[in-house]
């Protein structure tokens, strides 16, 4: 077995994807968050909303009551995948590891292609040492969504752990593609990182002078 490599800070992985599509596609929840509105004015706008959408106006708040919603979401057939999907993410803050797991399993269950499900799933396996699975849930979200950079970063990171450079490299290049110059950054000091421990790997071993190699 390989190896695991520990990394600073700045090349922790990408954490966990909500799903953030609303019922209604003319409302922008960034707005919602960086233009908060009188209490009555919201209360009168999320009853126009769908159980899901109301469910995830109260996450994007850290209300507790979002979990329950989901799960009323769920039962109504109403964003099933994506309720699934960001109920496992609030199980997971909650520490509970095995229910965040059936929640990102039956999103899949629900569409065998959610992007956002196979990513989270794929950050649960890292979290377990299971590179394995991690990589290949990695790689099917990035298959559904080749847009989404936060795949190809922890993709690269896990590629680290493995001392695999030219897959890390490749991932990297692809992640650097898709963010803004200083987001590539982090993804830079990975690969500087793994290229220094690497290359201390490689150091030749050193001879006591005058004596047989130890």
Do not use: W
């Not at 960034?30 to 009853?47: G, N, R, Y």
């Not at 769908?50 to 039962?75: M, Q, T």
């Not at 559904?144 to 922890?154: E, I, L």
Request: contains cysteine; neutral net charge; hydrophobic residues 40%.
């Amino acid at each position: 077995m390989a190896q695991i490599l520990k990394f600073p800070a700045p090349a922790a992985k990408l954490g966990y994807k909500r799903v953030r599509r609303r019922a209604s596609p003319s409302q922008d929840p960034d707005q919602l968050q960086l233009f908060p509105q009188p209490t009555a004015q919201i209360l009168e706008f999320s009853s126009a909303l769908s159980v899901f959408g109301r469910a995830l106006l109260l996450d994007e708040r850290g209300d507790p009551r979002a979990a329950e919603l989901y799960r009323k979401a769920i039962e109504e057939g109403d964003c099933v995948a994506d309720a699934y999907c960001n109920l496992g993410i609030l199980e997971s803050q909650k520490g509970n590891i095995a229910k965040a797991f059936d929640c990102f399993t039956l999103s899949l269950k629900a569409d065998p292609r959610h992007a956002e499900a196979h990513f989270n799933l794929g950050n649960l396996y890292l979290d377990a040492h299971d590179l394995r699975l991690a990589q290949l849930h990695y790689e099917l979200a990035g298959e559904v969504d080749p847009s989404f950079a936060n795949v190809h970063y922890n993709l690269a990171l896990l590629h680290a752990i493995r001392n695999d450079l030219p897959a890390a490299t490749k991932a990297v290049t692809t992640y650097k593609q898709l963010v803004p110059e200083q987001e590539g950054r982090k993804a830079d000091e990975l690969l500087q990182g793994l290229r220094k421990k690497l290359d201390a790997r490689r150091d030749p071993p050193r001879h006591r002078s005058g004596g047989a190699p130890e």
